[in-house]
């Protein structure tokens, strides 16, 4: 048989058609709760900017990046240690909880007295103070809240977060319209978010106690310790991630202005839903990706090589027309002509978006080979580039260098993620390489005619030429998948093979 008439085993339908449903749900359930969290911050930013200007909208987005680099200290790395063992032991998540929630706590203390003490020392004007500590308690019930829902995530039970996540947020939303509507400012903002986030928190905690066992929800000294013992290295990467996150804006705030933190910020969100439902795949596909990685090397390859074509199914039509319709999108949202400026780094920092997610699936990979220390490794390098090249980029240019700083460690991040696992890619004998087969190429094809298609289109409706892009691009990318799978048949065993169990693709 050739290369061109290869095809992987058909699974068998019922089970093929069980897991993607488990997928398809577990993604779902992430964009209505932690996701669909992240969605309705972004609309509270679009309503701060249209309402309050760039300056507000600078105040808020500092205050926010700080709570979640603050946020992810305080979970201590226990997100994805939970997820990753509770996963293979549910047993395990009344304990987890139990203890994890007292190191949150701990840490909660230490991590708000730091961010007092950052706050003095920047010497920040008192409104944006009173903004970013407003902000700053939230971290105990974000950080709780965080773990919780690595617990649900790794039962795949995320669906049960639902009835929390659409209530809390239709209220984020519609409390911080009304409020800005009465001509509220960007602290009362950071007071109703606050408020939202504890009332996730609570109404979290009390479903897992519904499916939880309360006998199971012990706190001991021992487990304790051996959870901070085993949660160093993520609490590492998180940590270090976390820092690389917010230095650009912190700089800018700092060589710069709050105006300039808007404007970057703008930009920044502007990616954030394709990001959040890149995120939502990513995540509900890392139990999976864990069981793969104690199977055969051959199904993980085909497992990571799919995940790597779904996300860039997404990522990259999305870059496209943000890049070509840039002021026509931030004039929509953000309906003041000050953000203007912001269309320039949005271009700039496009790259990004698909270098996140591809560095992002390659990093599943290194956690589910129980290999966190090179994560971490990696990371701590791209912290070091970002200070060393965003300080005089940020202090010389300003908002381009920012913008420059993000796509140069991303780029870095990427390679030194796929160095990390090139093993799993290595070539065995009998077998072809997995990229070989992929749909990569067709992908780009497919963009490539979507591309073309805007660029002609300078003089239509941004909407209208936005829709007939994307239709030539499904049109296309559909044409091109149907004839290198050979049919329906053929396209079906391509992406639903990953997805089968061993128990079952083997039977």
């Known amino acids: ?82 997820t990753r063992d509770v996963a293979k032991l549910p047993k395990l998540a009344g304990s987890y909880c139990a203890n994890a929630g007292v190191i949150v706590f701990g840490a909660f203390l230490v991590n708000f007295v730091i961010l007092i003490l950052l706050v003095l020392v920047s010497q920040y004007p008192r409104d944006t103070a009173e903004v970013i500590l407003i902000l700053g308690l939230g971290i105990l019930p974000w950080s709780l809240a965080t773990n919780i829902e690595a617990i649900f995530r790794a039962r795949e039970q995320i669906h049960l977060l639902a009835s929390v996540a659409i209530p809390i947020n239709i209220c984020r939303v519609g409390v911080s319209y009304y409020v800005l509507r009465r001509g509220g400012t960007v602290i009362d903002i950071a007071y109703v978010l ?50 690389l996150a917010c230095t650009s804006t912190v700089l800018l705030s700092w060589y710069s202005s709050e105006v300039a933190v808007g404007l970057f910020g703008a930009a920044w969100q502007l990616l954030m839903p394709v990001r959040l439902v890149l995120l939502a795949i990513i995540n509900s596909m890392f139990p999976m990706m864990c069981r793969r990685a104690d199977e055969n090397n051959e199904r993980l390859q085909q497992f990571t090589v799919m995940m790597i074509e779904v996300v860039l199914l997404i990522a990259a039509p999305s870059s496209i027309l943000l890049y070509f319709n840039a002021e026509q999108v931030i004039s929509f949202l953000y309906a003041h002509k000050d953000f203007s400026n912001a269309a320039p780094v949005l271009r700039i920092i496009l790259p990004a978006l698909l270098l996140q997610a591809i560095a992002g699936t390659f990093g599943q990979v290194v956690y589910s080979k129980h290999r966190e220390h090179v994560t971490l490794q990696i990371v701590a390098i791209d912290v070091a580039l970002n200070i060393v090249i965003g300080v005089p980029l940020i202090y010389g240019y300003g908002l381009t260098g920012a913008a420059v700083s993000v796509v140069v460690v991303n780029v870095l991040n990427t390679l030194l993620h796929f160095w990390a696992i090139r093993h799993v890619f290595a070539m065995e004998p009998g077998h072809t390489s997995p990229w070989r087969s992929s749909l990569v190429l067709y992908i780009i094809a497919a963009c490539g005619a979507m591309a073309a298609t805007e660029s002609v289109s300078g003089e239509v409706n941004f909407i209208v030429a936005c829709i007939v892009a994307v239709l030539l691009y499904a049109a296309v990318l559909v044409g091109l998948m149907f004839w290198r799978c050979r049919g329906a048949n053929g396209l079906r065993e391509r992406f639903l093979f990953p997805l089968q169990e061993a128990s079952v693709g083997q039977s």
């Open 1 to 82: 048989m050739t290369e061109s008439e290869q095809t992987w085993p058909l699974p068998e339908q019922p089970g093929a058609v069980t897991l993607v449903w488990r997928v398809v749900l577990n993604t779902m359930s992430l964009l209505t709760t932690d996701v669909l969290n992240k969605a309705a911050t972004f609309v509270v930013y679009a309503l701060v900017g249209r309402y309050c200007g760039p300056g507000a909208f600078g105040q808020l987005s500092l205050g926010l990046t700080l709570l979640y680099t603050f946020q992810v200290f305080a979970s201590a790395g226990l997100p994805t240690l939970i």
């Open 194 to 243: 606050l408020a939202c986030q504890m009332a996730a928190m609570i109404c979290e905690a009390v479903i897992l106690l519904r499916e939880v066992p309360l006998r199971d929800i012990c706190f001991t000294w021992t487990e304790c310790a051996s959870l901070l013992r085993r949660t160093w290295k993520f609490l590492g990467i998180d940590s270090l991630g976390a820092v």
